[in-house]
């Protein structure tokens, strides 16, 4: 007896299902990225590669880190990809062995300085540190210099580094440059900074003008001052420091052709666009940056050693202190 068209097709379709369901990939993703730009993320990977089904994990770096020496103890291996908030961190994972390099075909469009050379970690966004003043401030910082001139004695804030990732990643790259040095902190200190808490204290304390001078986070700044808060961010003239948000594929991820696709979809033009959408400078040089900040090309970065950084974090954390107190 012949088969009817409608047999012929649920026969056809139900020999297709399991090639259907093979095909299937999954990846699992450990993310300190705020959960609002972790989910567009894994959104537009997915629409991108919708064969590729993504878990996440969010949370900050520190507690990741923490999470993963655990798993790695237990015997248990989780990620596949990481995407964690900065190269000191990457730099370490990487000497205990516990990434992969892969050479992606986007990094043609990177500066050199935004990724690891031989592949084990790419930079996926800037997130600088520059300066940022009260509107309503007498002065209107364009340097490192101004803050430690006479006229803003004990109207400066920063971040501390005993407290933020970014505020001792700049310490580390600033206290590398011959022109400012330890001796620029030293400065910094006489001059009546205030060094505490993290970004957002400082963010509080610029707008509401306790303290109409600081150091701080670009997006923070650049986000409230459009939403009408007084406040004004500069990339200083000797060059920003930066934390890139960089991404590497675990050394035993267990879909490593995924997360190949995963590392080359935020490095390509499509994932820096959507990083320019989030309201942070991409960090590929083709990519036009959000509302509020100058042309890629004409921001200077001042360059991290990352070994370096990762090398002296605790003898720069105290050093630090010594300068400031605890």
Known sequence: MPYSNLTRWILTTALALPTLAMAQESLILYTSQPNTDA???????TAAHPNIKVEWVRDGTTQLMTRLQAELSAGVSKPDVLLIADSVTMEALNREGLLQAYLSPERSHYDVD???????????????????????????????QSLIAPEYKNQVVMPSPLYSGAA????????DQADL???????????????????????????????????????????EAAKGSPIQFVFPEE??????????????????????????FLLSEAGQQL??????????TDIDPPAGF?????????PLDAGKALDNADAN??????IFGG
Do not use: C
């Not at 989910?39 to 990977?45: E, I, L, P, R, Y």
């Open 181 to 223: 040095g330890w001796n620029y902190y030293q400065q910094l200190q006489k001059n009546g900074t205030t060094a505490h808490g993290g970004n957002g204290a400082v963010l509080t304390a610029i707008a509401s003008g306790s303290k109409p001078y600081g150091v701080i986070v670009d997006f923070m700044a650049i986000r």
């Open 317 to 322: 954390k105290q050093r630090f202190s010594n």
């Open 275 to 284: 990083v320019s959408e989030q309201g942070y400078l991409p960090a590929r």
């Open 114 to 144: 935004l990724y690891h050379q031989e592949g084990y970690y790419y930079g996926t966004k800037m997130i600088t540190t520059g300066i940022a003043y009260h509107t309503q401030a007498t002065q209107q910082p364009m340097s490192w």
């Open 239 to 264: 060059g920003v420091t930066a934390v890139t948000e960089p991404v590497a594929i675990f050394k035993q991820a267990s879909n490593p052709e995924a997360a190949q696709k995963f590392v080359d």
């Open 39 to 45: 989910q567009m993320t894994v959104d537009a990977f």
């Open 294 to 302: 100058p042309a890629r090309n004409e921001i200077k970065l001042i």
């Open 168 to 175: 001792l990643i700049h310490l580390a790259a600033i206290t």
